[in-house]
């Protein structure tokens, strides 16, 4: 069944519709989720929370705009933004409970990977540390395999925008790397 | 002409792997690579970086696909306008395999009417004679018929 098709039946109210599109599309969201908030409890409730907003506005959905890759990860960047914000927000109001959880689940996270991989946990702190406009960039376009276009699309910026964006994030990874 | 801050950016924008340069530019970059030592290490800079990407580990979200099918999701309900819509163009299901058929029934019928409105295709009515038609039911109304002899 094409996109088109199942998302006429998730219209309908066809959970087994839903269900081959959770299936087919989870993998590439939770990867983008988790490469945004680096740590797995927050990147299960943005896939949760981007599959339920597929669900309640799956008749929104323009596929001669978007294509349900795009669309789904546009839902799932500004669920990541929101996301960040709150947690900014948390933070500067001194709520240090959520964020020493949040840090320590990353730990865990870390720590049952595999030491040898030193250099990739670096890399990784880095890209946590890259803004989120650059991050989302650099992830869209090298690890979800979007083109320029398309990614410019899902953050709402234009092409050249996010050209600079991932040049600015390649250029702060580089150094990191230089340094490791 | 290729230079070296147009070389960052192709690198930037296309990636280190020289197989997805616009073809245009693969020769004239091949050219600058072999004249600079600078642009050579800023090409390799960018190979060890998309390496490492690659290499990034993947997290394991075992459970997280059978708790995303499986969350409660809320029920549809539709509007009853959307409801009378659907039974009148029905997108999917048994009536639209009937009304396909039916809608292409009616179509020459209503082509037919649509026709026939506009054009008389040579039969002319003149409007003195439905004058006339009603002036003989008049008449008929009138008729003495208890003369017949039945």
């Given at each position: 069944?094409?996109?088109?098709?199942?998302?006429?039946?998730?219209?309908?109210?066809?959970?087994?519709?839903?269900?081959?599109?959770?299936?087919?599309?989870?993998?590439s969201i939770s990867h983008y989720a988790y490469r945004m908030l680096g740590?797995?409890?927050?990147t299960?409730?943005?896939?949760?929370?981007?599959?339920?907003?597929?669900?309640?506005?799956?008749?929104?959905?323009?596929?001669?705009?978007?294509?349900?890759?795009?669309?789904?990860h546009?839902?799932a960047r500004?669920?990541c933004v929101?996301?960040?914000?709150?947690?900014?927000?948390?933070?500067?109001?001194?709520?240090?409970?959520?964020?020493?959880?949040?840090?320590?689940?990353?730990?865990?996270?870390?720590?049952?990977?595999?030491?040898?991989?030193?250099?990739?946990?670096?890399?990784e702190?880095?890209i946590l540390?890259l803004p989120e406009n650059q991050r989302s960039a650099l992830m869209l376009c090298h690890f979800s395999g979007f083109?320029?276009?398309?990614a410019?699309?899902i953050m709402?910026?234009?092409?050249?925008?996010l050209?600079?964006a991932i040049?600015?994030a390649k250029?702060?990874l580089?150094?990191?790397?230089?340094?490791? | 002409?290729?230079?070296?801050?147009?070389?960052?950016?192709?690198?930037?924008?296309?990636?280190?792997?020289?197989?997805?340069?616009?073809?245009?530019?693969?020769?004239?970059?091949?050219?600058?690579?072999?004249?600079?030592?600078?642009?050579?290490?800023?090409?390799?800079?960018?190979?060890?970086?998309?390496?490492?990407l690659?290499?990034l580990?993947?997290?394991?979200?075992?459970?997280?696909?059978?708790?995303?099918?499986?969350?409660?999701?809320?029920?549809?309900?539709?509007?009853?306008?959307?409801?009378?819509?659907?039974?009148?163009?029905?997108?999917?299901?048994?009536?639209?395999?009937?009304?396909?058929?039916?809608?292409?029934?009616?179509?020459?019928?209503?082509?037919?009417?649509?026709?026939?409105?506009?054009?008389?295709?040579?039969?002319?009515?003149?409007?003195?004679?439905?004058?006339?038609?009603?002036?003989?039911?008049?008449?008929?109304?009138?008729?003495?018929?208890?003369?017949?002899?039945?």
């Amino acid at each position: 069944m094409t996109d088109e098709e199942l998302m006429r039946a998730v219209c309908n109210g066809d959970q087994s519709a839903y269900q081959a599109i959770v299936r087919q599309h989870l993998k590439s969201i939770s990867h983008y989720a988790y490469r945004m908030l680096g740590n797995k409890k927050d990147t299960e409730d943005i896939c949760q929370e981007t599959f339920l907003k597929l669900w309640v506005n799956a008749a929104k959905w323009q596929p001669e705009k978007a294509k349900l890759s795009t669309w789904l990860h546009t839902i799932a960047r500004n669920l990541c933004v929101d996301y960040l914000r709150r947690h900014a927000r948390t933070l500067t109001l001194a709520n240090l409970e959520s964020e020493t959880e949040a840090k320590l689940q990353h730990q865990v996270d870390l720590v049952e990977r595999d030491t040898a991989h030193d250099q990739s946990t670096q890399l990784e702190q880095a890209i946590l540390a890259l803004p989120e406009n650059q991050r989302s960039a650099l992830m869209l376009c090298h690890f979800s395999g979007f083109s320029n276009k398309e990614a410019a699309a899902i953050m709402n910026v234009s092409v050249k925008a996010l050209e600079s964006a991932i040049a600015r994030a390649k250029r702060t990874l580089r150094k990191t790397l230089s340094k490791i | 002409m290729m230079n070296f801050d147009k070389f960052e950016k192709l690198l930037n924008v296309h990636g280190a792997d020289s197989r997805s340069w616009p073809s245009e530019l693969r020769r004239s970059c091949t050219e600058l690579l072999d004249s600079s030592r600078q642009v050579r290490a800023l090409l390799a800079s960018h190979q060890l970086l998309e390496k490492r990407l690659n290499q990034l580990p993947v997290p394991e979200l075992a459970s997280l696909e059978a708790t995303v099918m499986h969350q409660p999701l809320p029920a549809r309900s539709l509007s009853p306008m959307d409801r009378l819509l659907d039974w009148l163009a029905p997108t999917e299901g048994f009536t639209l395999r009937l009304w396909r058929p039916t809608i292409a029934a009616c179509l020459p019928l209503v082509f037919g009417i649509v026709l026939g409105n506009y054009y008389s295709f040579g039969v002319m009515v003149e409007p003195s004679e439905l004058e006339f038609w009603e002036d003989e039911l008049a008449m008929l109304s009138l008729d003495d018929y208890s003369e017949n002899n039945f």
